[in-house]
């Protein structure tokens, strides 16, 4: 008799119930979603780098390749596409933001040159930078 419930006592006592099993497979799903909620964040991170690379590359690309010569920078504006992006460059002499006034024997003059870049996706980019224009006349 001792023997019967030696058995009884010790099945009953091994292996989990139903709760602890439900308590486990709740706490696994808790965290999976919170890896998958991890996962997805760092890929969409991922592409807004990648989109903002890509934008980078072609303003660069576009100053390098697309910027007319000292010479012929008369023009307000010139507009392009270049590898899917469109562009638009603005050019306006420095000194009539700041009201200095360049001298009449001045040999270069000052353009501010404004760079929007957009991408094939709508992400956009500007820059701005100097660029020496020879004056008229020299």
């Not at 030696?6 to 099993?21: H, I, K, M, N, P």
């Not at 010479?71 to 009201?99: C, N, T």
Request: hydrophobic content about 45%.
């Amino acid at each position: 008799m001792s023997r019967t419930l030696r058995c009884r006592t010790s099945c009953r006592d091994a292996g989990f119930t139903l709760v602890e099993q439900l308590v486990v497979i709740t706490i696994i799903a808790i965290t999976l979603a919170a890896i998958g909620s991890l996962l997805g964040s760092t890929s969409r991170g991922t592409r807004q780098v990648e989109q903002r690379m890509l934008l980078v590359q072609a303003a660069n690309s576009v100053l390098v390749n697309a910027m007319p010569s000292r010479d012929s920078l008369a023009a307000d504006e010139i507009k392009g596409e270049y590898f899917e992006h469109r562009w638009a460059m603005k050019f306006s002499p420095v000194q009539a933001e700041s009201g200095i006034a360049a001298s009449a024997s001045a040999r270069w003059i000052p353009m501010r040159v404004d760079l929007h870049v957009q991408g094939p996706s709508g992400a956009v980019t500007r820059l701005q930078t100097i660029r020496l224009q020879r004056a008229p006349g020299q």
